[in-house]
């Protein structure tokens, strides 16, 4: 079944990111209207809806002895205009997190079309359909809706026949206020997980602090400690040996993974812990990276977003996480901490001893290896 918002959000942001617009001759030869003027119409008769409070508690013509409900009524005119003003400015944050280049295109869509309209993008004008309207409650609160071609859902007529209907994006001021009072995004942000993982990796435990740089990161020939290198009873490296052709092969130190598991699991079940404390972020990352193991070099050069498809989570049905997507999370977020970032520093790793590091026969360093088997097992 197709994944509306994936569609919605790769189109959007592919005619964004593209500048196709620029080469549309039935575009540039016509002319666009995107003044909107939201808080104009918004506050249009206000004016005299304050006059008539002000002289009917003046006149004493109220409709209560205490003139409680026009007091009221008046004091939420008087602050209207500062909560327009810092609704629609937590609005356009909240918005703009579609922009950001690790935006789980499983979001809802709707707000991907808003914040282009809030821009004004080319494709999102009045001209081409779209309207913006807000609108100031009783309550003292503020909506505003958000209607056009992209806002509609399918519905299906008397006669059966599927038809599209309007289905605006409805926002409150209120809502959207204690949403943020409640750390909850109204769009999720991916997190840095390249941020994180590098984190991560410095802190684990199993690089000596001299490979730690002043800012926390590991220097760029950074090892992993002696104390997980696999080694034989008397003391010496167990090394693999590597055929790199020409009946050559060459040593490479191989490692304690038990040993290393054992090590950084702690850190990475806190780091999970921190991460599963924001579901909504869990989800997005989730989608953009853990599910399908996509790195972030990886995401960076796809040419749509990398997201997991069948195998992502909805913000609205998958929300709260249960038990097992939290242990299925941290399953595939160590799976992609060891594939992605530490096994760069497992793989492929020549010894620090300088003589057994050069290049051999590889039929006879064998042939040595199982001899020395065999002598020390006494076999």
């Known amino acids: 079944m197709e994944n509306k918002n994936i569609t919605n959000n790769l189109i ?18 016509g002319s666009s209207d995107y003044e909107y003027n939201i808080l104009e119409n918004a506050y249009k008769g206000t004016s005299k809806i304050y006059a008539e409070l002000k002289m009917a508690i003046k006149n004493n013509k109220c409709t209560t002895g205490n003139c409680f409900e026009e007091n009221e009524a008046l004091k939420k005119l008087q602050e209207a205009p500062q909560v327009s003003i810092e609704f629609i400015q937590n609005l356009i944050g909240e918005l703009s997190n579609t922009d950001l280049p690790n935006f789980d295109v499983n979001s809802n869509y709707k707000y991907t079309v808003a914040n282009s309209i809030m821009n004004g993008k080319p ?5 081409d359909g779209y309207e913006v309207n807000l609108y100031l409650n009783t309550d003292g609160t503020q909506t505003i809706v958000f209607s056009g071609p992209m806002f509609v859902k399918q519905d299906f ?16 001021s209120s809502a959207l206020e204690s949403l943020l009072e409640s750390e909850t995004s109204l769009v999720a942000v991916t997190p840095d997980i390249n941020k994180e993982m590098l984190e991560l ?7 000596a602090q001299a490979d730690i740089l002043e800012n926390g990161a590991l220097a760029p020939n950074a090892k992993i400690t002696e104390e997980f290198v696999m080694k034989n009873p008397d003391g010496s490296f167990d ?18 993974m038990d040993k290393i598991q054992k090590k950084v699991d702690p850190f990475i079940n806190s780091e999970v812990a921190g991460l599963l404390s924001s579901e909504q972020e869990a989800v997005a990352a989730w989608n953009v990276y853990i599910s399908r193991g996509i790195s972030v070099e990886e995401d960076d050069q796809m040419v749509e977003n990398a997201n997991a498809g069948s195998m992502s989570w909805s913000y609205e049905t998958d929300l709260p996480l249960s038990q097992d997507k939290k242990v ?13 970032y530490l096994k ?9 001893v300088r003589e057994d590091a050069a290049i051999f026969d590889l ?8 001899q020395k088997f065999i002598d020390d097992n006494n076999l």
Do not use: C, H, W
């Open 344 to 352: 760069q520093f497992i793989t492929n790793q020549f010894p620090t």
């Open 328 to 340: 299925l999370f941290e399953s595939k977020y160590k799976d992609y901490f060891m594939n992605n």
């Open 363 to 370: 039929a006879e360093a064998k042939q040595a290896k199982a």
């Open 123 to 127: 494709g999102f004008s009045k001209t």
């Open 157 to 172: 007529n008397e006669s059966g026949m599927s038809i599209a209907v309007p289905d605006p994006l409805v926002i409150n």
């Open 239 to 256: 090394y693999e040996i590597i055929d790199i052709g020409d009946g050559k092969g060459r040593n490479v130190l191989k490692y304690d």
């Open 12 to 29: 959007i942001k592919q005619i964004n990111q593209s500048n196709s617009i620029a080469y549309n001759k039935e575009y540039l030869s």
């Open 201 to 207: 990796l410095a802190n684990v435990g199993i690089f």
